[in-house]
């Protein structure tokens, strides 16, 4: 695996922005001619499809194709925004560039950012945070991520302060043969609470998308974010979710994945304050020929520790999915617990799930339990509900739906339940049709 | 007035036939209890009659008013008017009872607008309470809770004919009541035909049977009124046995069989934790221990 020339240090530097930005820019570009691109015989990377991707084919989105830095020409958030509902801020991404932003005044007044980390008033204490959480044991992702990041979505809540409603992202990914590198950072001050509700979305162009989001979660705040991908059926989505809870923090993260060809996401928690909590819910849903990749970690730094895991995944057709988790204990996280489970519905013959959990426990007073199934519908729980004579085809969607229930109760924003259940079923239906 | 009638019914499953030849007409309104041993082929009978595919029926047949039922799927026989209450009722995790009685009201072509009161008076009756009609049906619901729930199913879908396989196991005293008043009450109001299969006699005082059949290895050896179940409580089954002439009382457990029922699943965290504070059900337990 290799890169075209296309991504110079000249493109990335004339990307734009602040000089602390370029420079960032200018110094990952620089260590691109060292980096080990992955194979699936890493750990990280088995079972996944990255052999297949022909990185030199792709060159990144040009400074000419995203236009200047402050040209906002987005009109809104599309229909996204709207069954999102009622938000106290929103940011639209074209290609990993802010297009368009809002916020509402008065919490713009207590001191609230909703902008583009390229434009933002606070840039330089924006650049002391950003790549705080993600360019820890940076992967060549990462780094190309740093190198090419046209600017990305900024959410800084201030200590104390508490956002009513979602902040709402959404992310346009278009160009074919481009890439492009969205980058999101929250940071949620002290004792703040805000919900943050981001979507992936491109049309069905070759595309790759190589996202990167942090999540920074001080001290006694509350984050609840919600990343849904819908993906065009060519689109190659890598994307590295990382969270950073200080003392008594809590996250409550969900991830939904309909969309790409081959889409990955590794979403990760690092709970480095005594108390701090996480929660990491999924639900994905590969048809056709797709690929959902998934690569969590549940990193115990700090004692009285607490991480919840669930995720649940359904493939039909010819599709993949790979679930591997990891719970970390670090030596000093005594009295921590950590929860994972995956579950798995192999709808059809030509589908495969793989699920591998894995538990590195350094510490002797923990608790921990992980689970994992893979399997088809039951058929005692088919012939159940077929006995009180519901079709077989009614019986299976009811059965899905039920099976995804108690991730779909998880979500941190109820407003979008529907419509994404209603994605679920489309599926469903969609492969009886074919 | 309809009629359910069963004859000359052989089923297998694999290499073994476990149904023989059994016969068994059924009316409106009648209530007709099944009696028999463990292994004697009941819930068998129960799930060839609704269609289960697992067994194969090889000869014989199944028939709502004239109308043959076998080589039908399960959810037609439902339409058709069959409704069985399953001696282990199956755990569907996320999907309340309300949607599924809706899925299955809808595919009748009943209308469900006042669906809920419907569903509100029918919990009264058989005291159900709210929790167990928002959690996914049956899912972690103690044996009880399974069967009220069965019956309370079977009330909102009005079926010609029900089959209850083992109602009674699991249930105390007083869901034993409910769920046989409700029952009784349907044989009178609707006119709703009874197959009321049973281990033991007891359920037989609450739900009076016109009929009394005792089932042996695959087939009906005896049939009569209510006093061949107090027959079966004072000498037992290898008592009538004997009395019948009848030397083989149940189906010899297959070894191959076994393997049918493991489903292979790997450990599940909901798994361990429910073997580790295990209250859960046994679904072998003897009811009246
Ligand atoms: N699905 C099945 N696969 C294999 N053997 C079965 C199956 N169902 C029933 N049997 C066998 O058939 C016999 C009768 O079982 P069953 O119908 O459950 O009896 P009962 O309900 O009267 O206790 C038993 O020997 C049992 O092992
Ligand atoms: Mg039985």
């Known amino acids: ?434 | 007035m309809s009629v359910l009638s069963v004859s000359g019914l052989h089923a297998t499953v694999g290499d073994t036939e476990i149904l023989r030849g059994l016969s068994v007409e059924v009316r409106s309104g009648e209530v007709h209890a099944i009696m028999g041993p463990n292994g004697s082929g009941k819930s068998t009978l129960s799930h060839t009659l609704m269609g289960r595919t697992d067994y194969t029926v090889t000869s014989g047949s199944v028939q709502v008013d004239g109308e043959e039922l076998l080589g039908l799927p399960t959810f037609e026989r439902a339409t058709k008017g069959l409704f069985l209450a399953m001696q282990y009722p199956v755990e569907v995790p996320g999907v309340p009872m309300a949607a599924l009685i809706s899925a299955s009201l809808r595919s009748r072509g009943v209308d469900t607008v006042d669906l809920d009161s419907r569903i509100a008076t029918e919990a009264d009756r058989l005291h159900v309470r709210d929790e167990f009609l928002l959690r996914g049906v049956n899912d972690e619901f103690s044996g009880g809770e399974k069967k009220r729930i069965e019956t309370l199913q079977l009330a909102l879908l009005r079926p010609k004919f029900a089959i209850l396989d083992e109602i009674d196991s699991g249930l105390d005293v007083d869901a034993l009541r409910d769920v046989s008043r409700r029952v009784e009450a349907m044989t009178k109001e609707q006119n709703l035909g009874v197959v009321a299969i049973t281990h033991y006699a007891r359920l037989l005082t609450e739900l009076r049977p016109d009929h009394v059949h005792v089932m042996m290895a695959g087939r009906i050896v005896a049939s009569g009124g209510p006093e061949l179940a107090d027959e079966l409580e004072a000498s037992g089954y290898e008592g009538v046995a004997a009395r019948l002439g009848v030397a083989e009382l149940a189906i010899e457990k297959q070894e191959s069989s076994k393997v049918a029922f493991d489903r292979g699943k790997t450990e599940s965290l909901a798994d361990v934790l429910k073997a580790a504070g295990s209250k859960a059900d046994d679904p072998f337990a003897d009811p009246l221990a």
């Not at chain 1, 996401?265 to 999924?282: C, F, H, I, K, N």
């Not at chain 1, 199934?373 to 077929?386: A, C, F, K, M």
Request: proline share 4%; aromatic share 6%; with cysteine.
């Open chain 1, 1 to 434: 695996m290799s890169i075209s020339k296309s991504f110079s240090t000249d493109v990335a530097r004339g990307l734009g922005g602040p000089s602390w930005l370029v420079d960032r820019r200018v110094r990952a570009s620089g260590s691109l001619d060292s980096i080990t691109w992955p194979t699936s015989a890493e750990e990280i990377w088995r079972y996944s499809r990255i052999e297949d991707l022909d990185l030199e084919k792709y060159r990144p989105v040009s400074a000419e194709r995203l236009g200047a830095a402050d040209n906002e020409s987005a009109p809104g958030g599309g229909p996204f925004a709207r069954e999102a509902g009622e938000h106290s801020g929103m940011l639209v991404v074209h290609d990993g560039r802010v297009v368009h932003h809002e916020i509402d005044p008065d919490l713009e007044a207590k001191g609230l950012r909703v902008c583009g980390l390229a434009t933002c008033d606070d840039s330089d204490e924006i650049a002391n945070v950003l790549g705080s959480v993600s360019s820890v044991s940076a992967d060549a992702f990462t780094v190309l991520n740093d190198a090419f990041m046209p600017g990305g979505a900024l959410i800084s809540v201030p200590g104390g302060v508490v956002v009513p409603h979602p902040i709402v992202i959404v992310h346009w990914c278009d160009g074919d043969l481009e890439a492009s590198f969205p980058h999101t950072l929250v940071v949620a001050g002290e004792s703040s609470e805000v919900t943050v509700l981001e979507r992936f979305s491109s049309p069905n162009t070759d595309h790759l998308v190589d996202a990167v989001v942090e999540l920074v979660v001080r001290d006694n705040a509350s984050l609840r974010y919600l990343s849904v991908q819908e993906h065009g059926p060519r689109t190659w989505h890598i994307g590295l979710q990382r969270a950073h809870l200080g003392r008594d923090a809590r996250l409550a993260s969900a991830a939904v994945a309909l969309g790409g060809g081959y889409a990955r996401l590794r979403s990760e928690s690092l709970l480095d304050g005594t108390g701090a909590m996480s929660e990491q819910v999924a639900v994905y849903f590969g048809d056709s020929d797709q690929m959902l990749d998934f690569r969590t970690l549940q990193d115990h730094a700090a004692p009285h520790t607490r991480s919840e895991l669930l995720f649940k995944g359904a493939v039909e057709d010819t599709a993949k999915s790979v679930y591997s988790g990891m719970i970390r204990i670090r030596e000093d996280a005594q009295k921590s617990q950590a929860y994972q489970t995956n579950r798995n519905l192999v709808l059809t013959d030509g589908a495969g799930a793989e699920s591998i959990p894995n538990l590195e426990i350094l510490a002797n007073d923990v608790k921990c339990a992980h689970g994992s199934t893979v399997g088809p519908i039951d058929d005692d729980q088919r012939y159940y509900l077929e006995s009180r004579g519901i079709s077989p085809e009614e019986a299976e969607r009811l059965i899905v739906l039920g099976f995804f229930d108690d991730v779909f109760g998880r979500l941190p924003s109820s407003s979008l339940t529907n419509s994404l259940q209603r994605s679920v079923v489309d599926k469903i239906e969609h492969r009886r049709t074919r």
